[in-house]
């Protein structure tokens, strides 16, 4: 028999960078393993807040020191594979004059792209997809979302 604490969730958290163009595409990386293509971030370490988080993976990934500005959409999107997860898109800013200083990590990336985000589909697994598009409209229309599995779950029904 569980313990009262087994009931309470305990979900894998993970924070990434919303990067937006002048012309509204996002910055994509091209992972060395797994699905391949997402933005800028991972899981959050122990002790560590999501936005503490994207900032570290922001350093760790591309070499770029950024604060997020504010959170876009937070997306519950529990896998069979993974359990529960809690997964944070924060506005990290413009990357307009930090770009040329993209290091990627070499281990863990390989290459970014600039994606239209009608052409989002092309690139990503369809709920990270979704997240992504509506973490786009919640930044241009200033504003937060909240997610599930990349859909909006709060809308009147």
Request: glycine share 8%; with cysteine.
């Amino acid at each position: 028999m569980g313990s009262e604490a087994d009931k309470f969730a305990t979900p894998r958290v993970a924070a990434g960078a919303l990067f937006v163009d002048g012309d509204g595409r996002v910055l994509l990386v091209r992972k060395t393993y797994g699905n391949r293509w997402d933005i800028p971030g991972g899981y959050v370490d122990a002790g560590e807040s999501p936005a503490q988080a994207c900032r570290r993976e922001l350093i760790e990934e591309l070499g770029i020191d950024r604060r997020p500005l504010r959170v876009l959409a937070v997306d519950w999107a529990p896998t069979e594979h993974d359990g529960d997860k809690l997964l944070w898109v924060f506005d990290c800013g413009d990357l307009a004059d930090d770009e040329h200083r993209i290091r990627l990590d070499g281990s863990e990336l390989d290459r970014w792209e600039w994606v239209n985000v009608e052409a989002l589909d092309d690139y990503l697994i369809p709920r990270l997809s979704r997240r992504l598009k509506q973490a786009h409209t919640a930044r241009a229309e200033g504003r937060t979302v909240y997610l599930e599995h990349g859909a909006p779950a709060l809308e009147s029904r």
